[in-house]
């Protein structure tokens, strides 16, 4: 298990206009307080390779990171609670937006959620408004320490039939997840890896 161990920061944008020219990306999102920057720092085996918070919604800007296949794994701002200015959190709601729907790179989407409260609305939200790219997700149910194995088995098992309908219209897998115990880290880099290894070879394209 290596793809996401040597990752390093490559950039950070706060505007499309400058995304840097990569090969393929797969993104991690989430609502505000899910988990995220712990999940990208357990798969990485960093501390503080993406940046954890008391306060949730800090992540205002894009990040990017290069991993050791030379694709890019990028950090995208949290949705939903955030103390911030209205214009701020407009601007990165549009940014969000945009990158998701319009990023010719982005190959997969990862959809952090607190294993204890799945699918809120903005969840929800955030499946149907991917869906339209017709891009995969992987979600990653997080902080399942936090309930008991037989929590955990029930959690999994009512998200999975509450996707049925999202996964008439995309490619949608879910796992458990947690950062404190490092549980669901290989399955996450399978994933990662199958997607990577689905893209077109260079000798494919010039056939």
């Known amino acids: 298990m290596n793809l996401f161990q040597n990752a390093k920061f490559f950039t950070t944008v706060n505007h499309l206009k400058d995304l840097p020219n990569t090969s393929a990306e797969i993104a991690f999102v989430g609502r505000s307080n899910a988990g995220k920057s712990s999940a990208i720092n357990a798969l990485c085996n960093h501390v503080r390779l993406a940046f954890v918070s008391k ?26 609670y955030a103390q911030v200015p209205e214009n701020v959190r407009a601007h990165w709601v549009k940014l969000l937006g945009d990158y ?42 997080s902080k399942a320490d936090k309930l008991s194995k037989n929590e955990q088995l029930k959690t999994l098992s009512a998200v999975k039939k509450s996707l049925k309908p999202f996964m008439e219209k995309q490619a949608v897998s879910v796992q458990l997840f947690s950062s ?18 689905a893209l077109p070879k260079t000798s494919d394209l010039n056939d």
């Open 55 to 80: 306060i949730p919604g800090r992540t205002q800007h894009i990040n990017f990171f290069e991993l050791t296949n030379h694709h890019f794994m990028v950090d995208l701002p949290g949705y939903g």
């Open 100 to 141: 998701l729907q319009t990023r010719q790179q982005l190959i997969g989407l990862v959809l952090i959620m607190d294993a204890r409260h799945p699918l809120k609305t903005l969840d929800k939200q955030m499946l149907d408004f991917f869906a339209l790219t017709g891009k995969p997700v992987h979600i990653l149910l």
């Open 180 to 197: 404190l115990k490092k549980q669901g880290l290989e399955e996450m880099e399978k994933v990662a890896e199958k997607w990577f290894d």
